[in-house]
């Protein structure tokens, strides 16, 4: 199957409020299994000022600050999505505990659906005081 050339501007919609915006879709290929990957990207000063997630500037040491930073989401050809890193975040792992965001954010069965799972999920990570918040230092 093909993504709907409009799932991108669901994402863009939901992605907008934490400074991330498209940047491409493009297909690839992973052990002959045909691909799609989406980036979107933020700049990174603004999303660390405004996110306080200085975990993400520990994570690139003294190679910060990057050009950009980027969430990537990979779907396969039968429409599961098989990746979702926003830089040190693997969106899809910490929806896994959520039953709600986890159904909708593994496949684009529901495109509108999937997208705001995505955005859900990425406000859950950088929610400061989230108890399971992966960047506590003190976990």
């Known amino acids: 199957m093909t993504v709907s050339p ?3 501007d669901m994402l863009a919609d939901e992605l907008a409020p934490f400074g991330l ?4 879709m493009s297909p690839s290929a992973s052990a002959g299994d045909p691909r799609t990957e989406i980036v979107f ?9 405004h996110f306080q997630a200085r975990d993400i ?14 969430l990537r989401i990979e779907i396969d050809g039968r429409d599961n999505v098989t990746q979702a890193v ?8 910490w929806a896994s505990s959520d039953p709600g965001i986890g159904s909708q ?3 684009l069965a529901d495109p509108a659906g999937q997208a705001a799972s995505v955005g859900q999920a990425m406000n ?3 929610t400061p005081y989230r108890d399971q918040a992966p960047w506590r230092d003190d976990l």
């Open 41 to 49: 990207q933020a700049d990174p000063e603004s999303f660390v000022d």
């Open 57 to 70: 500037v520990r994570s690139y040491g003294g190679n910060w600050p990057p050009e950009q930073l980027h």
């Open 21 to 24: 915006v498209f940047a491409r």
């Open 86 to 93: 926003f830089e040190i975040y693997d969106l899809l792992g």
């Open 6 to 8: 409009e799932y991108p």
């Open 105 to 107: 954010i593994n496949t």
């Open 124 to 126: 859950a990570v950088l």
